[in-house]
């Protein structure tokens, strides 16, 4: 990737992420664009990690368990919206990559051209895993980004249809894959048995939907004494993901009657070291279906809830993948279908080498034209002024991306000042979580009396 000008001496990326997976997706984006293969960025690449603070603001043990994603969790900080529009008009970023919710972006792509610089950065951003609800609004407020990277060719033709269909420039739209893939193709092992659950933070949602998911591992941890059975958690009660889990499993674990058998085990970790010992992945309908789908290890996506859209199986028909615990018990192993596997961005036939080869040439060709145009997203005050004013306004922005006035900046805040700020947070962080996954449930309980 060569550098924006002459004078520039190295490529200077940085990275915005809100939770612990966006900022793995971005991370790991950054560094497909930048080199050929994935691997560490070049000398003439420097790669900043910065966190936008809110409820999901990654731990340091999240963002260890994340892996290896080319930067020092030490040099990574965490910055307001309106630090991090400082930060890109004192630093001079080449590139940004905006891994955040919709909103998010939508309010930094409008911060970003309210800077008004006269050397922009690019902007790209996209998803982090499977598309499977609010695609249009998602994607509506990811419009107005140079580079709109879509993870399979699926997903690529939806969203340019979308943006189409709304009279909406589609140009940004990038066909890549998702950049977390790899990992040695699977290889059964003599002696080896493992069954993995991946568990999602909020699919499904209801206690008595997550307790029957536990309910029926553990049973077929006892059903098959020889198979290790391992529940893959996300993270720990009090940490939060990129979804809300207001019912940890590690708690229902605790009240299962009988216990959990000596083959069943709870495990956190980097979901690519897991899958290095599975051998059939089950779900309902996490990502880690499409890494284990491209290391070709045996994946199951579950039907026992129904596929529905408000559990995002539904992504999944025509897959051959869905299933039962009930199959499942009986030893069956689905078989997924090779059309709609090559759709997927799975990329287990070999191509996931030159899966970001389109999208490292778009952003070459951005970075080397003397001015970028000016940022242009869809919704402006103009088109959506019920709307855009409410989601800027969340990150302390005006209708028109600057800051609102009081809005602090960089160096605004004395280091007392700062050190009281950081507590009065931690500790708002935390009557948060304690409302969400306490006081939350025992309301809907007493609302269904």
């Known amino acids: 990737m060569p550098p924006r000008t002459e004078k520039t001496t190295a490529l200077r990326v940085a990275v915005l992420a809100d939770s612990d997976t966006r900022w793995k997706w971005g991370a790991l984006t950054a560094r497909r664009l930048t080199t050929g293969d994935g691997g560490a960025p070049t000398p003439r690449t420097e790669i900043s990690g910065l966190l936008l603070r809110g409820r999901a603001t990654p731990t340091p043990r999240q963002l260890a368990e994340v892996g290896d994603v080319g930067i020092d969790t030490d040099r990574v900080r965490e910055v307001t919206a309106v630090e991090f529009l400082h930060t890109v008009r004192d630093e001079g970023y080449d590139l940004v990559v905006l891994a955040l919710v919709g909103g998010a972006v939508q309010a930094m792509v409008h911060g970003l051209a309210a800077l008004r610089l006269p050397a922009r950065p690019v902007v790209v951003t996209g998803y982090v895993g499977v598309v499977y609800e609010k695609l249009a609004d998602g994607l509506l407020l990811r419009h107005g980004a140079d580079v709109v990277l879509a993870n399979s060719r699926h997903d690529a033709d939806r969203f340019r249809a979308v943006y189409e269909g709304v009279g909406a420039d589609a140009s940004a739209v990038t066909e890549a894959a998702l950049p977390f893939l790899g990992g040695a193709p699977h290889v059964p092992e003599q002696g080896r048995d493992t069954v993995v659950f991946a568990a999602q933070p909020s699919v499904p949602a209801s206690r008595a939907d997550r307790t029957y998911l536990l309910r029926r591992l553990v049973e077929h941890a006892r059903l098959h004494p020889q198979r290790e059975v391992l529940l893959k958690l996300r993270s720990k009660p009090g940490e939060h993901t990129t979804h809300i889990e207001e019912l940890p499993y590690q708690r229902l674990a605790e009240k299962l009657p009988g216990g959990l058998p000596p083959n069943f085990r709870l495990v956190y970790g980097h979901m690519g070291e897991v899958l290095d010992r599975t051998d059939l992945l089950v779900t309902v309908s996490s990502t880690a279906a499409l890494e284990s789908l491209h290391r070709r290890i045996p994946t199951a996506v579950l039907t026992d809830l129904g596929v529905r859209e408000t559990l995002g199986n539904h992504h999944f028909v025509g897959s051959g993948l869905l299933t039962s615990w009930d199959h499942l018990d009986g030893g069956g192993h689905p078989e997924p279908d090779a059309e709609w596997l090559a759709g997927q961005g799975v990329a287990a036939d070999g191509t996931y080498a030159t899966a970001y080869d389109t999208a490292r040439a778009r952003v070459t060709a951005l970075l080397a034209q003397d001015r970028l145009p000016d940022l242009a997203p869809y919704y402006t005050p103009a088109t959506a002024p019920g709307y855009l004013p409410g989601i800027l306004a969340r990150h ?54």
């Open 396 to 449: 302390h922005l005006a209708p028109d991306g600057r800051p609102l006035p009081g809005a602090a900046a960089p160096g605004e805040t004395g280091r007392v000042r700062g050190a009281v700020r950081e507590a009065v947070r931690d500790a708002a962080r935390g009557a948060y979580r304690h409302g969400v996954q306490r006081v939350a449930p025992v309301i809907r309980r007493m609302g269904e009396l």
